[in-house]
């Protein structure tokens, strides 16, 4: 691999050293990752201050359109939340460090829980559904955790058996009862992108267990286990994913599909949140 992809901790270290110069002393007890098309989900929350992307060290400023790029401290209930809103990507070939910085700045800020949300492309759901994210594969042919181990990360070999907190998806699940909005559970699978996926891959991922293809928060996930965070994960499916219906993939369609169904989330999300931190 040509590109410097291993994390660097020196970088994520004067990253929470960024965020804490800004904020001392907050403490989140939650942090929200926010994916392409969910940024207005931030509209549900008291926002108290953000920070540009740029002027964190290491996450840099993503080129993806859809991706807002800032982080935000958010306040539900008196308790402190943190909003990544947009993500970097394993795809843009910056390395690890910009895609995982979330997850390392969370645990060293101090939250317990990570919530992470992307727009993925439906396998076994249609676009509209919501998917919260019970297990993954990952497709990425690679793996943060690739390089020196260091102890703020984790140990060498983590358990994935439980990635995705079981007790956190059934109050997920709660909260879309209460809110009267359905909520599927199912295997979100990580490809690299950036180009999607061919009709005879999404075929051999149905075969493998997929239900939902995505190009992000498997890395974020698997640092964030391996350090002890407790993280759940929802999937908005934008679209039919390669070769499921005729008409052919674009961003712009995934951004539509994600727009038609933000309200129903920005109704959701606050209920999830209160019985995450409940
Ligand atoms: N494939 C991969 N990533 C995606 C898709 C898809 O169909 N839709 C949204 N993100």
Redesign the pocket.
Same mark, same amino acid.
């Given at each position: 691999m040509l590109q410097p992809a291993n994390i660097d901790i020196e970088v994520l270290k004067l990253a929470v050293k960024d965020v804490n110069k800004r904020w001392p002393d907050v403490k989140p007890e939650l942090c929200l990752v926010l994916g392409s098309g969910w940024g207005d989900v931030v509209n549900a929350f008291d926002i108290k201050d953000s920070i540009p992307y740029e002027e964190i060290t290491g996450i840099g400023k993503s080129g993806v359109a859809g991706h807002s790029g800032k982080l935000s401290l958010a306040n539900y209930k008196d308790k402190n939340i943190f909003i990544f809103q947009g993500r970097r990507h394993w795809y843009e070939g910056e390395g690890w460090t910009p895609v995982v910085a979330p997850s390392y700045i969370a645990k060293h800020c101090g939250a317990e829980v990570m919530l992470l949300t992307n &727009? &993925? !492309?439906g396998i076994n759901y249609a676009p509209g559904d919501l998917m919260i994210v019970s297990d993954h594969i990952n497709y990425m042919f690679s793996n943060p955790l690739i390089g020196p181990n260091h102890e703020k990360l984790g140990t060498r070999f983590p358990d994935m058996s439980y990635t995705y907190n079981k007790d956190l998806r059934d109050k997920i699940m709660a909260a879309g009862a209460e809110t009267n909005v359905k909520l599927n559970s199912g295997v979100y699978l990580a490809?690299s !992108?950036p180009s999607?996926?061919t009709p005879a891959e999404i075929r051999a991922f149905k075969t493998l267990g997929g239900d939902a293809? !995505?190009?992000s928060t498997v890395p974020e996930a698997i640092l964030g286990n391996s350090m002890g965070l407790k993280v759940v994960a929802i999937s908005c499916i934008?679209?039919y &994913? &390669?070769g499921i219906s005729k008409a052919p993939?674009t961003h712009e369609e995934?951004g539509e599909t994600m727009s038609s169904i933000m309200p129903t989330m920005v109704k959701l999300m606050p209920e999830i949140v209160k019985n995450i931190l409940n």
């Open positions: &727009a &993925a !492309g490809s !992108g999607y996926e293809v !995505g190009m934008s679209n &994913a &390669a993939l995934v």
